[in-house]
């Protein structure tokens, strides 16, 4: 019986036993069978860049499997990794092109339009634009972002790097050439803006010293108004009328000046220099013109003092009754209304705006007593010789020698001041018109107007007076020229 329990005991044991290791290898199982449906589901998640391979070399889609909604992992079925591949891909392209836009701009901007350089830019900047528009690659852009086919996507990236590495290698040959024109275009603006300034300075420079020639200390200011006042105040003293003309005005022994003035102090320092410097003052003799409103005053400032006993005959323009617009060409011009405003235009540009010529903008150029050296002549029938003194003049020594030149037959001896461009033909006379043009030449040589010793005789004989005329009557002058006759009757 003991046996039997025994033995009882013993398979009961042993079927305890047996369902604890049944249970053991159930779990295991389960593990095992886990583990690999895991690595299952990882190889067909990890199959989806090869599927189109697969299908391609197998013959067979996996989709037929059912696994066609595994070709993405959940995290790429919204974003494709080809998509910020494609986008910076073109991002490089636009960018480059902008580059190369503005680097054509730049260049037109330095006066490059008909070079190489901005064709090719230009070039460049429509290849990029074409690129990105050709179909093949639009797509790209326009379709759905699970669809990039990579293979079109790197062909795009190659056609892109190769026109970026042109356009870095042009831009890179044209750093060079675009330094150097911009200094260039630089140093232009920075001369031409030199210019500029000195241009403006010479011209203020110019009209100031102008200014400070024609002027005068103020004590004198009122010089001419206190003469008339002492010709008012005692005319006997002063009054030449009834009075026969002295014999010396018409001698032609002595020694004769013409001063054509309407300023009563230069003219006194003419004269007064002129006598101080004479070795024989007595046998020298002035001839003063002025005009109708100085001429009291000249003949006080003339009568006030001795001169050392030179002979000084002082008569207004208006005594010589032959000066009339009917005879004298000029004085119809002088009446022109665009003359006035040549030399009437009151701003600082317009008076300062011919720096070399400026001088001749003065209004007194409109009066007749600029003109007079041209009627000497008839003006003084029984003289053979006369030295003509600008009232600007100041004498430093004797000047009887002048009266011994052997003047050759020529009408004019006078200083010539050519040097550079000063004092040439090309400043006084209107070589726009034909004849003028034909006649002389721009570059010849003129001469100090301020002292010229003339021939009457040599005057008379050549005709002068009339050969002014013609050309007062002929040529339309930029402004009244003062001895295109004498040139004329020299030459």
């Known amino acids: 019986m003991a046996n039997r ?9 042993g079927g305890g036993g047996g369902g604890f ?10 593990i095992t069978v886990a583990i690999c449906f895991f690595f299952t589901l990882s190889f067909f998640f990890t199959l989806q860049p090869h599927s189109a391979r697969l299908q391609t070399n197998f013959g067979f889609s996996t989709g037929s499997y059912g696994i066609g909604s595994t070709r993405r992992s959940v995290l790429a079925l919204k974003s494709d990794p080809l998509k910020p591949r494609l986008d910076q891909i073109r991002k490089q392209a636009e960018d480059h092109r902008s580059l190369v836009m503005a680097y054509a701009s730049y260049a037109r901007k330095l006066k490059l339009e008909n070079s190489k350089l901005v ?9 990029y634009s074409d690129l990105i528009n050709k179909p093949m690659y639009r797509a790209l852009f326009e379709t ?10 790197r062909q795009f990236e190659k056609e892109v790097k190769e026109r970026i590495k042109v356009t870095r290698q042009v831009i890179s040959e044209a750093k060079e050439s675009f330094d150097n024109l911009l200094k260039i275009q630089k140093l232009k603006d920075t001369i031409f803006a030199v210019n500029e300034q000195l241009t403006k300075a010479k011209k203020q420079g110019a009209f100031s010293s102008l200014i400070a020639a024609k002027s005068i200390p103020k004590s004198l200011h009122c010089l001419a108004m206190r003469l008339m006042e002492e010709r008012i105040a005692h005319p006997e003293k002063y009054t030449d009328e009834g009075k026969p003309t002295p014999p010396e005005f018409e001698d032609p022994k002595l020694y004769h000046y013409a001063i054509f003035s309407d300023n009563v102090l230069a003219a006194s320092v003419v004269v007064n220099s002129a006598t101080k410097n004479a070795k024989e003052p007595g046998k020298h003799v002035f001839h003063v013109v002025t005009d109708k409103m100085n001429l009291g005053a000249m003949q006080v400032v003339f009568k006030l003092k001795d001169y050392n006993g030179a002979h000084i005959e002082v008569k207004a323009v208006e005594d010589y009754k032959f000066l009339n617009s009917s005879y004298v060409p000029v004085l119809k011009q002088l009446e022109s209304a665009n003359l006035q405003k040549f030399y009437f235009e009151n701003t600082l540009e317009n008076a300062t705006k011919d720096t070399t010529n400026m001088k001749f903008r003065n209004p ?13 002549p008839e003006m003084y029938p029984m003289l053979h010789r006369v030295l003509f003194l600008d009232d600007d003049i100041v004498v430093q020594k004797d000047l009887t020698g002048l009266w011994k030149i052997d003047m050759d037959g020529k009408v004019n001896g006078a200083v010539e001041t050519c040097f550079g461009s000063f004092h040439r033909y090309a400043q006084y006379m209107n070589f726009s018109h034909p004849l003028i043009k034909q006649k002389f030449n721009p570059k010849a040589c003129a001469w100090a107007y301020g002292m010229n010793f003339f021939d009457l005789d040599a005057w008379r004989r050549e005709k002068c007076t009339e050969e002014y005329h013609y050309w007062q009557n002929l040529v339309s002058f930029d402004r009244p020229l003062f001895g295109c006759c004498l040139v004329y009757a020299i030459r």
């Open 119 to 127: 064709r090719v830019f230009a070039d460049l900047s429509q290849n």
């Open 5 to 13: 329990r025994t033995a009882r005991s013993g398979v009961g044991g």
């Open 144 to 153: 759905d972002s699970l669809s990039i086919d990579e293979s079109v996507l």
């Open 21 to 30: 290791g049944f249970t053991v290898r159930l779990l295991a199982s389960a």
């Open 364 to 376: 007194k150029y409109l009066s007749i007593l600029n003109h007079l050296r041209f009627y000497l």
